[in-house]
């Protein structure tokens, strides 16, 4: 019978050794996947006169304020050869009506209108496809109602990524700064998750992409069967697509400021809550190894915290060994996180980076344990 007295003596060096373990699996991440990002030169696209022709594909649902905002910068782009494409989904204000009027002025607006239907209950995927196959350009960039572009030359930079050999564009999209905590855990979050995305594909491994700003051709989307692996979940229109068409070299990133796009953050608790119960859904039919792999790092930094604690206050006379911990832990983030912040035009995070990584790690773990399961029934 196992004499568990005999443990006892080394239940210290046990917790420690299991701190350490979860510090270099952190470190891991920290130094070698994210260091890609940290190193990576932000380049911009020499002018050039030969533009492809592009489709700019918006999906919309009761969206008339941000259409009168916000489309126009989109139309306005500096871009010789593209059409803009917004399926209107059965929206119950005037979004109709402000695209009519807006189609009046811009010859390159073309709205698909989506009907109810009694019996047809469709998601976001269904007007993505309508929009795709209603674009008659063969490279196809994608974005929302709410976002708008920073620069006039962000459709000349996403469409230039492109190359005989590229396939995919993995762009990024930040939220407007507002006051609060609420607005810096959105951006703390969406910089993060724009930092994991981009690093993995400039490893060769890329496992998302977010359609406030990112780019594909449509023969790809054809190849692939357009959403029919995955249309049983309701979000997943971006991630979803690049996780199971990505390979080693046909994705390309672009984060040059001129090319990136400012998006509406959500201002309440619980929108943001029901934002990321919906992105949950998702993850659960990524690829085994991207489950594990952002399993892990999730999953490590949680319970990194947890052995911080738990040490300090079992073994106290051990109360250097989590502090130097979370000390080295930290200083590899500032040292590999500032250059990417500042790459990621969110260079004031880095003075919150000890309560936000803290709070975020703890709400996306919960979130995501009470949400993973659970069916999406919003549009969006």
């Not at 990321?276 to 190894?289: D, E, M, N, Q, T």
């Not at 990417?340 to 919960?366: A, E, G, N, R, S």
Request: charged content about 20%; glycine content about 4%.
């Amino acid at each position: 019978m196992l004499d568990f007295t005999a443990i006892i003596p080394y239940l210290s060096y046990i917790s420690l050794g299991i701190l350490g373990l979860l510090f270099l699996i952190q470190l891991y991440y920290i130094l070698f996947v994210y260091g890609k990002l940290s190193a990576y030169k932000v380049t911009e696209h020499s002018s050039v006169t030969d533009y492809p022709p592009i489709s700019v594909i918006i999906c919309g649902k009761n969206e008339q304020d941000n259409i009168t905002q916000f489309l126009p910068k989109i139309l306005n782009q500096e871009y010789p050869n593209y059409e803009v494409i917004f399926v209107n989904d059965f929206s119950e204000d005037d979004t109709e009506w402000e695209l009519k009027r807006l189609s009046e002025i811009y010859s390159h607006l073309k709205v698909v209108e989506i009907k109810e239907h009694i019996r047809l209950k469709h998601g976001k995927k269904f007007a993505v496809t309508l929009g795709i196959k209603a674009s008659k350009n063969e490279l196809l960039v994608f974005t929302d109602a709410d976002c708008q572009p920073q620069s006039e030359l962000w459709l000349q930079e996403m469409a230039l990524s492109f190359t005989d050999k590229k396939d995919i564009v993995l762009g990024y999209s930040p939220y407007i700064k507002l006051p609060g905590l609420l607005n810096a855990l959105i951006r703390f979050e969406t910089s993060h998750t724009a930092m994991s995305y981009l690093s993995y594909a400039l490893k060769g491994d890329a496992y998302m992409g977010v359609g406030r700003n990112m780019a594909y051709r449509k023969s790809l989307f054809f190849q692939a069967k357009g959403f029919a692996k995955h249309m049983h979940i309701k979000s997943g229109d971006d991630d979803l697509f690049v996780n199971q068409n990505a390979t080693p070299t046909n994705v390309v990133i672009n984060i040059h400021p001129n090319a990136q796009l400012l998006s509406l953050p959500k201002i309440t608790w619980k929108s943001y809550y029901t934002q990321k119960a919906r992105h949950s859904g998702a993850s659960v039919i990524y690829k085994k190894r991207h489950q594990r792999m952002l399993a892990t790092q999730l999953i490590s930094a949680f319970l990194f915290y947890c052995a911080l604690v738990a040490v300090s206050i079992a073994y106290p006379s051990y109360w250097y060994i989590p502090l130097s911990a979370y000390l080295l832990r930290l200083i590899a983030q500032v040292i590999i996180f500032k250059p990417i912040y500042k790459k990621l035009q969110v260079p004031d995070l880095i003075w919150w980076l000890p309560l936000l990584d803290l709070l975020y790690y703890f709400y996306i773990c919960i979130n995501g344990a009470f949400n993973r399961k659970r069916k999406s029934v919003r549009w969006k």
